[in-house]
């Protein structure tokens, strides 16, 4: 935009575009953003970056940080470093496929509840609340123990178990955007419910959605971790959660290895911590409430008044 | 009242559901379930015992349609088969005991971090841009970022191991009499310390972004600046006129969040080898102990059906719009 009109102008924009600037919008989401970041080249580049395979012995078991193990041994014997690093893959891609996968399953689950109302909707909601009030982390132990532990099983039974916290939201969100005029417009021109659905409501929505699936992801790899720690993975497999079965397995922390413990842990809460920044840093931008406040807060800080009463009383000069 | 009512019929809706899920479960199991289930710890069990677990699970070679219907017959009468695990303990008593623990840790664990967590919210939007607003919201959300077992191990660590100030195992002292003696309520407090306060670091964040959010919104609110105009104490505004109607949201989350402190339960339980029904279900699939395994999915969801329906009996009684919408 030029110097001389610095008013802003109404512009045609795409929603994707739009999205992507209330994604990065604020420093919060930008540091978010950069720490999601490192882990998925590190795992993209994982070969460079820990050459060598990350199940192979390769020295005296427990061995502390040095020059030849940046991370030091675990209880067996293996590179912590490349554990670390190699499980970055397994473990991103369980998150973020099984939240592609709850994403689906809400949207197209919450939008048509949303949309159709009446006994379509009943049936919908019962089945979100149903899901919503069965014990997630328990019928993925129990589904653990009877299936097959892989990646693929992992993945569905997160996202079955996972959906219907963003389906519920989904569906509020559809329900209020079906009484917009546009969709009445749409409706009384004839198009068919599901392209005003799918073409007229979900781009007004993208937010919501990009926010559920942020979310989501945490969800899976919290839960996949959870369930490998506590053995129910494939323990072949290298994941975060795997190395700190392997690490409490052969008692490590008691021997006081805490650097077999750490890197994994610190990698998930930091992957965790990185996507919460994310979402806070949306909701910054995109919510009216947390904007005012924001006004508020500036003059406030103009005024030098502290924050100390639950109306604040700004003195007028005269 | 109909209110009420068609929530009571939403949650027994929902527990047929869940009843039909764990007659299934097993059925997932590649091959023949009955000889995978009982052949782990067939040695053990005499004939009877083996009939009463195939029937408690409906296993017979019946049509499916029957074997249903002999599960829910043994559903309804309490039976759920012999553990292997603690054979021959019957599944309900070894569910009974651990019941009594999961419940203990997870009320302490959930009323201290909801009155903390509300406190802390309520206290950063009385001092928007103060030490705890600044301060607390990152670092809660830091702390909430950690996997449960994570954060347990952390603790059991530095304060059982390292500084040995508490036992990292276990629900009470064993050598000590049980019963309600002062030695043996001191040993039972000890020993909850651990698993409590990394309970209470996960969910503490929650529930203090989410009071301080709503805070923000209510004290916009006519009736709070009415309030200030009227010359009323700080404290009286804050507490009696804009918290209480700020904690309306944080009751509805409150069902949700006992699903998500008995899920973390698990996992903190496990790592304290606390006597719950978390470490009970982990015992149990480690064990292939299927009888108790199913036993436990059965009674967590009876337990957050029955919270869930409590939470809505509560929300109708705090907010009357309910009652008539």
Redesign the interface.
Known sequence: MSNSDSRPRPALKLPGANALGTLLGSPKAQLGFVIVLVFILAAVFAAALAPGDPKKYVGKPNQPPSAQFLLGTNPQGKDVFRQLVWGSRLSLLIGFGSAVLMTLIAVVVGMVAGFYRGVVDDVLN?VM??F????????L????????PGTVTIIFALAITGWAFNGRIIRAQTMSLREKDFVAAAVVSGEPGLSIIFVHILPNMVNIIVGGFIGAVTYGI?AS??LA????ANTADVTWGTN?FWA?NGGA??IGA?WA?LPS?LA???V??GL??IN?GMDEITNP??I??RN??SV??QARL??????PVVPHEH | MRYILRRLGFYLAALAVAITINFFLPRLLPGDPAAVILGTSAAKLTPENLRAVREALGLSDAPLIQQYGLYLAHLFRGDFGISYTYFPTPVTKVIANGFVWTLLLGSVSLVLSFALGNLIGIYGSWRRGGLVDTVFPPLLIFIGSFPAFFLALGLLYAFGVKLDWLPISHAYNNRLPQGFNLPFLLSVLEHMVLPATTSVLLGIGGWALGMRNVMVSVLADDYVTMAEAKGLKQIRIMFVYAARNALLPGVTGFGIALGAILSGQVLIETVFSYPGLGFLLINSVNGRDYPLMQGLFMMITIGILAANFLVDILYTWLDPRVRTG
């Open positions: 019962f609340n149903l919503l009030v069965i014990p997630g982390l328990p019928l132990v129990l589904l653990s123990a009877y299936l097959k919290m971790t959870g720690f506590l053995g129910l700190l409490q922390l008691m805490w413990f842990g998930v809460a930091l965790a911590f919460a920044l806070y409430r947390l005012a406040e508020i807060q406030l800080r502290p924050r100390m009463r639950a109306t």
